[in-house]
């Protein structure tokens, strides 16, 4: 009973700390967490359902069909599809981009650590942090996201305790560019797209009929960290150390969730190791923060949309169906509508006002 009680709860807890830490991750880069738009903050909610509730769907719905890790499934799915090989490139994409937005998280909580003013050069935080979770990466999953949740509430508490100010929320008129940026919250920073939830969950969507019971707790600790974090600001000293001490367990934990994928798939143990560590310490490369934030946000919505499209266009129509076991064909329409129409019109779209913010 209490290893299924675990299950039950090991993705939800992981949504909302991932979620919340990659946010805080993304924020400076959509400029958020100054700014406390109030029309941003409700398209962003928007998106959550609109966006992120299908694709959470769709991960789970993968997950009970292939009854393996994303990159290993994705060989079985695309024959049962009859498609072509190159839709499993998603899976490499994917894989690649977890140890990728360690690294991320890893160059922001470096940035954090400011606020307790050390004197030591950024690059050289970054690189023992970096280590500090690869090393951790080798620590079981239960402890790492026990660490991990940890640390987020107590960042989040000692943020309040301590009395950060936050700016008056207020309402401004809607840009164009806020579609682009609310768009990779709901799916970039939800974590959505790189089969994290799809891997956690499998032990749990084996003894559920209904994908339902899996994806719902999922989507709403996401939700729940959305709104955790509209009341969060890193100032002092104490929800500093606390934050950096999530982000590093964070790391760890989809380091090793990569190198699982990686084993599934019976690469060798040198090779998996290269692809994450390469992944993660190339944040160190001088001055490339800016460009590679860009890659960033651009990498994980070309992932989600390549998932929307052969799960919605290229695999059959009754594999998911049965996956999912919606409790009414109405429910399973209107997914099947969001994934095939709504979320590849929404992400091109989000592609091209995050392009347009650029150029």
Known sequence: MQDNAMLKWLSPLMAFCLSFLIIATLAP????????????WLLWL????????PVC????ALAKRSKTTALQALSSLTREADSSQRWRLVGWLAVVFIPFLSGAMLNHASNVIAVADIKIQQPVIFAVLAIAA???SLVPRLILVGITTVGVLASLILANV???????????????????????LALVASGLGMGLYWQSSLAAVNQQDVATKTALPIWI???????AFGFFAVKAEMPAFALIAAIVAAAALMLQMAREQLQQRQMNVIIQWAVVVVATLIWLIPNISPIFNNLLILWGLVISLIYALFAGWIMKISHLRKSMNFSSEAFYNIWR?????VLPV???????AVLGQWF
């Open 29 to 40: 880069i959509t400029g958020i967490q100054i700014d406390r738009q109030l029309d941003f």
């Open 46 to 53: 928007a998106t959550m359902l609109i966006l992120a509730l």
């Open 57 to 60: 769907y769709l991960e789970i």
């Open 134 to 136: 690869l090393a951790l």
């Open 162 to 184: 301590m009395g950060t100010q936050l700016p008056a929320w207020q309402v401004t008129p809607v840009q164009f560019v806020e579609w682009g940026n609310a768009t990779v």
């Open 221 to 227: 600790a996401q939700l729940l960290a959305v709104i």
């Open 337 to 341: 509508i969001a994934v095939r129409i």
């Open 346 to 352: 929404a992400i091109i779209t989000a592609i091209i």
